[in-house]
């Protein structure tokens, strides 16, 4: 293991995959990663955004992935796979929001969340896993939300809410059930960002002050402080750390 603190935050030579890369946190997630020295292949459904990604960080992979389709996940397992031998981190970010009124949302649009914020994780953290030899490790992040922990109403949604508490859930079998491969695998839980998927939430004063009134900072979160937790779990920093939720969240669900 590199000498703590400093090298172990080194991720030089390893590659990792972040999904949903192409705008909101999953964009900063991929800068943050290839900053620290990873290879980095990042996925997402809209190739010309990518494309930017890859013109403004060198050596980034762009790879059009629609993530609820088990054809791209095994194209993007396997040219990531076949980069310097393997992947070693693997972001699971890629998601979508969804209505806030449980009375009008549809059996249609409720398994459509569950099916790309937990499913398509899920069946691409495993033919991660399967592709990976006994003896390498690697580090598994899927990421939650406050919505998953606490209840946001009347901001968030049922089929959100189901989604992202399961992604939670799913991350602590599966550390549990990998861990003794040396896979570690930990949730990151955000608070609110101001992102494609929040729009409108900091622009209105009204849902913007429920934010400052309801985070212990007062405020709601700031571009880039998400990555720093990001790149701990990701990288040997957190080697003893498995099967964790970490919230990164202003304060929000500790009141």
């Known amino acids: 293991m590199s000498d703590f603190p400093f090298d172990a935050f080194d991720l030089t030579g390893r590659v990792a995959v972040v999904t949903g890369a192409s705008a909101g946190l999953g964009n900063g997630f991929a800068r943050t990663l290839a900053g620290a020295g990873a290879t980095v292949v990042a996925a997402a459904r809209r190739k010309s955004r990518l494309e930017k990604l890859a013109a403004d960080v060198p050596g980034l992979v762009p790879v059009e992935c629609d993530v609820t389709r088990a054809d791209d996940r095994e194209r993007l397992i396997a ?12 972001v699971n970010n890629a998601g979508m929001a969804g209505p806030p009124d449980a009375l009008t949302e549809t059996a249609e649009e409720f398994g459509a969340i569950i099916d790309l914020n937990l499913t398509a994780g899920f069946r691409l953290a495993v033919e991660m896993v399967k592709s990976l030899p006994e003896d390498r490790a690697a580090s598994i992040i899927n ?107 202003g304060g929000w669900t500790a009141r």
């Open 143 to 249: 990421i939650s939300s406050v919505v998953g922990l606490v209840s946001t109403a009347p901001i968030g949604g049922a089929g959100y809410a189901a989604s992202k508490a399961a992604v939670i859930g799913i991350t602590r079998e599966l550390a549990g059930q990998w861990g003794r491969r040396g896979i570690r695998v930990n949730a990151l839980v955000p608070g609110w960002f101001d992102t494609e998927m929040t729009d409108g939430l900091f622009s209105n004063e009204k849902s913007a002050g429920w934010v400052r009134r309801n985070t212990m900072l007062g405020r709601g979160g700031r571009e880039g402080e998400v990555d720093g937790a990001l790149l701990f779990l990701a990288s040997d920093a957190s080697s003893y750390v498995t099967g964790n939720a970490l919230a990164v969240d």
């Open 79 to 90: 040219t990531a796979s076949a980069i310097n031998g393997g992947i070693d981190v693997l």
